[in-house]
């Protein structure tokens, strides 16, 4: 069975630092690119990171540029989010997702290039 494991989420304080991780299994993690996303109640989904399969580019959504940090350990089906200076504003469920038509990461992706995708997991910034 293919499937995604978000975990890491948590609540934390304005300025403070979180990691996601994002277990797969079931299929070869190492060959495409793998998104996160985040999504906010009332807002659409957003698309916040990606890590194209070889782990050489990225992408950042303006809104976390310079704050998050994606990484992936392909030999152990792991990816990651390192999220920094967190924002009241970054308040979403956070989900990661295997992009099926690219190994690397374009600037705009529509949501069916996507085909798997995890539960999600909770992330609360507030004081």
């Known amino acids: 069975q293919m499937q995604f494991a978000e975990s890491g989420g948590d609540l934390v304080q304005p300025g403070g630092s979180l990691r996601l991780s994002c277990a797969a299994s079931?299929?070869?993690?190492?060959?495409?690119?793998i998104n996160w996303f985040r999504q906010a109640p009332g807002k659409e989904r957003e698309r916040v990171s990606c890590?194209?399969?070889?782990?050489?580019?990225?992408y950042y959504a303006d809104s976390v540029q310079g704050r998050f940090e994606v990484s992936r350990d392909n030999p152990k089906n792991i990816a990651y989010l390192q999220m920094n200076s967190l924002k009241p504003e970054d308040t979403a469920i956070y989900y990661c997702?295997?992009?099926?038509?690219?190994?690397?990461?374009?600037?705009?992706?529509?949501?069916?290039?996507?085909?798997?995708w995890g539960q999600g997991t909770q992330v609360t910034v507030s004081s």
């Open positions: 997702a295997r992009d099926r038509l690219h190994y690397f990461c374009p600037d705009h992706t529509e949501l069916g290039d996507y085909d798997y």
């Open positions: 079931g299929f070869t993690f190492g060959y495409n690119a």
């Open positions: 890590m194209s399969s070889s782990g050489l580019s990225t």
